[in-house]
């Protein structure tokens, strides 16, 4: 049986260096190449190491030939570990990005957690004032306006809300859009469930009124303690036309009521 070409030992020892400068796929296409062509690889690579110093080469060779059993061992236990250099590096490379995207899903969900935790904590930690339960809840309920002030009396027995009307197709729905935002305001005050005698309902809308273009109070509606105690969702649907009757008292511009006809 033939005698199968192998590497040197003093090859195989640079091959190990060689291999630590390829990366994954070009690992593969060197396996691929035969032992002429790896040891004609090898040596282009670092020529140095095979360049014939003080004998060394001789006594590596002499050695090798008077050992040849354990020069075996050795080749197989570098060809062994060579090997497993390649498994570990794909291995590693592929199990990577895996990990990477786990830690970063697992930083993303602690600190999800942490946030709403801190927000439970902060909700619980204090009650909220009087004017912050009704701002809440204006920003809920108002939507045919946009709330521009909340303003409470000396004693809180008062509250003042002022709304900044929305244009509409036409001044008849512009009109029926102020009257909604007043019935809306006045059923979040109630939803707020705050302790007041009365309320104040401001709306402010750009108005012509036959000398220039400003801003306006458009409409306006004082409501008592009952009145706002009786508000319910179905009011709001029932209350824009009759704000002039169940109000304490109420005004709407002339303009706009023109535009109501």
């Keep these: 049986m033939a005698k199968q070409d192998t590497l040197t030992f003093k090859e195989t020892m640079v091959e190990g260096d060689y291999l630590k400068t390829l ?12 032992v002429e062509e790896k040891r004609k690889i090898i040596h282009e690579f670092n020529p140095q190491k095979f360049e014939p110093s003080n004998n060394e080469g001789n006594k590596i060779f002499n050695w090798i030939k008077k050992h040849k059993i354990w020069s075996g061992i050795i ?4 060809i062994g570990g060579i090997g497993s250099i390649f498994t570990d590096s794909e291995n ?4 990577e990005p895996k990990k990477e995207t786990a830690t970063k899903q697992e930083k993303k969900e602690s600190k999800q957690d942490s946030k709403e935790e ?32 909340v303003d ?6 008062d509250v003042t809300i002022e709304l900044d009307g929305k244009s509409s197709l036409s001044d008849k729905s512009t009109s029926r859009g102020f009257r909604m935002g007043t019935a809306e305001a006045l059923y979040a005050l109630k939803k707020a469930n705050i302790d007041v005698n ?15 273009d400003e801003e306006k109070m458009v409409m306006s509606s004082r409501w008592d303690k009952d009145t706002i105690n009786s508000m319910n969702k179905d009011a709001l649907t029932t209350l ?3 704000i002039e009757t169940h109000a304490e008292s109420s005004f709407i511009h002339p303009v706009m009521r023109q535009s109501e006809k």
Excluded: C, Q, W
Excluded at 92 to 95: K, V
Excluded at 119 to 126: C, G, P, Q, V, Y
Excluded at 152 to 157: D, K, L, R, T
């Design 23 to 34: 990366s994954k796929e070009e690992k593969r296409e060197y396996k691929k190449k035969s």
């Design 75 to 78: 080749i197989l236990l570098l």
């Design 92 to 95: 590693t490379e592929s199990e």
């Design 118 to 149: 801190k927000d439970a904590k902060e909700e619980t930690k204090k009650p909220l004032t009087d004017e912050e339960k009704l701002n809440k809840e204006l920003k809920k309920e108002v939507r045919s306006t946009d709330v521009k002030n």
């Design 152 to 157: 409470f009396g000396v004693e809180s027995s």
């Design 198 to 212: 009365s309320a104040d309902i401001y709306v402010y809308h750009e108005l012509n009124d036959g000398m220039k």
């Design 240 to 242: 824009p036309g009759t």
